[in-house]
């Protein structure tokens, strides 16, 4: 994102964003007031060497305006790992940024976001993990991304909505103790009896409260109400709403599915960053039902991005000290070389 943006060409860009509504949310005079905003931080970008991570649950100016990358959490990781900006500006929630850091302990990681966690980070520290480990000595510590550094530091692999099930069913233990996500730790184990992996899977009680929130009633109420729907959900929503769901994946995965089947009328059951993005993308999809928004993921703002770039604060910073996150990347390190075989 190098040339200059002006309100014409994001109005062109975003003009199809209404997410549950019919208004657009991003009349000429709104993106009139974006543009230059954008325009400074990309200009920031250049001159701190810097480079703009951008999980797809953030506002659409951001990823339309001023994102290098724009992904998932597995596929941020990894783009994270490819730059060689002196800079990262990590816009997500913290534990994202922190993954970020781990990987890149001699680059400077920024993070817009006022908000430290999420309700799903934060459901469990590092102390946690301890006692658990204490208490279950023979099993395998298993964490979502959506983790503390402290907390990835406790656990043998990290795994994210991408390749959780794969890794499992890998790992050479059928003790395993999986962490914190509740809903995607009920849906782990009905995909490893669907797979006939016989484990025995501990789960801890964390839940992501915008995936919670979808209910199997409604689900069923607007498939009977539109013939034909396809239901899209993400794997940290209930099972019983995943048993009513056409295919389900990550936010990448849901985005590639959408492009290689094109289908017509679709319920997205993830954060509403995906419809904004999908509505940018394929604008002929007719979406029902509503989205739910990541307060923290919203948190994020342009007016951060360009403070962060310009001067940023101590609590703009990620810092982890050198034991914790040396014993975080061996964490992250097992995902990669079970995915990847590194
Ligand atoms: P992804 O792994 O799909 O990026 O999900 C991250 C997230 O925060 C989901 O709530
Ligand atoms: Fe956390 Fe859920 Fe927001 Fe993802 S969508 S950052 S898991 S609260």
Known sequence: ?????????????????RLGGTTCLY????????????????????????????HSYVSPEIVYGVADFVGDSYGLAKDAMSTDADVIVFVAVKFMGETAKILNPDKEVLIPSELNGCTLADSLSGDDV????????????????????????????????SNVNDIIQKIP???????????MGR?????MKRRGVDKEIKLWHGTCYVHEEYDPD???????????LQ???????SPGVLHLSDYVGSTSQLLNYMQENAPETVLMLTECGITSRLQVEMPHIKFV??????????????????????????????????????????????????????
């Not at 994102?1 to 964003?17: I, Q, W, Y």
């Not at 233990?173 to 809903?183: E, G, Q, R, S, V």
């Not at 689900?219 to 034909?228: F, N």
């Not at 034991?323 to 070389?337: G, K």
Request: net charge negative; with cysteine.
């Open 1 to 17: 994102m190098t040339a200059t943006m002006t309100p014409e060409t994001l109005f062109d860009t975003l003009k199809d964003v």
């Open 218 to 228: 409604t689900v069923q109420y607007l498939r009977d109400a539109h013939p034909g």
């Open 187 to 191: 849906n782990l184990i009905e995909e």
């Open 130 to 161: 301890r006692r658990l480990r204490e208490e279950h000595p023979n099993h395998t510590f298993v964490c979502y991304i959506n983790t503390t550094a402290d907390v990835k530091a406790e656990c043998d692999v990290c795994v994210t909505s």
């Open 231 to 237: 239901v899209l959900s993400h794997p940290e929503c």
């Open 27 to 54: 009349p000429i005079d709104k993106c009139a007031e974006l543009t230059p905003l954008i325009n400074d931080i990309n200009r920031l970008k250049k001159e701190k060497n810097a480079v703009i991570l951008v």
């Open 173 to 183: 233990n059928d003790k395993i103790y999986f962490l914190p996500d509740k809903l």
């Open 289 to 342: 039902g509503s989205c739910s928004m990541c307060r923290y993921m919203k948190s994020n703002t342009l007016e951060d991005i360009r403070r962060v770039l310009d001067a940023p604060r101590e609590q703009d910073t990620i810092r982890i000290d050198e034991e914790t996150r040396r014993r975080a990347l061996t964490c992250i390190e097992a995902m990669f070389e079970y995915v990847e075989g590194r």
